[in-house]
């Protein structure tokens, strides 16, 4: 009975930080190769992969978005939350954190165990 849950702003204005958390319930962040993850879909556009913290704290990133991107995590929440700066309007998607199989999951869904319902975010002045 895992769940995750998003959670942050709907509207974000141009060049701020989007900060967006996800609850998880039912088991431990900690548990041994659980892959948190945070992916994304933009308007049209198919499935992209943000970036990873594993069970050990380890965190990967994609690599375009590595300069603006972070992954952090609050193990007594049991929480792990992405920091995207100097957002544009091309960062407009629904966000979505998942449980992955491996730290650097490809836009395969086959990679990942478990979805949260996702949350619009939309970047306007």
């Known amino acids: 009975q895992v769940q995750l849950q998003e959670s942050g702003p709907g509207l974000v204005k141009p060049s701020q930080t989007l900060s967006l958390t996800c609850t998880v319930s039912?088991?431990?962040?900690?548990?041994?190769?659980?892959?948190w993850s945070w992916i994304r879909q933009a308007p049209g556009k198919g499935l992209e992969w943000l970036a990873t913290?594993?069970?050990?704290?380890?965190?990967f990133y994609k690599t375009s978005l590595k300069s603006r991107t972070s992954i952090s995590r609050d193990t007594s929440k049991n929480q792990f939350t992405l920091h995207l700066n100097s957002v544009t309007l091309e960062d407009t998607a629904v966000y979505y954190c998942?449980?992955?199989?491996?730290?650097?999951?490809?836009?395969?869904?086959?990679?990942?165990?478990?979805w949260g319902q996702g949350t619009q975010v939309t970047v306007s002045s």
């Open positions: 913290i594993g069970y050990s704290g380890d965190t």
């Open positions: 039912g088991d431990s962040i900690t548990t041994n190769y659980y892959y």
């Open positions: 998942a449980e992955a199989f491996r730290g650097s999951p490809s836009e395969d869904s086959e990679d990942y165990a478990l």
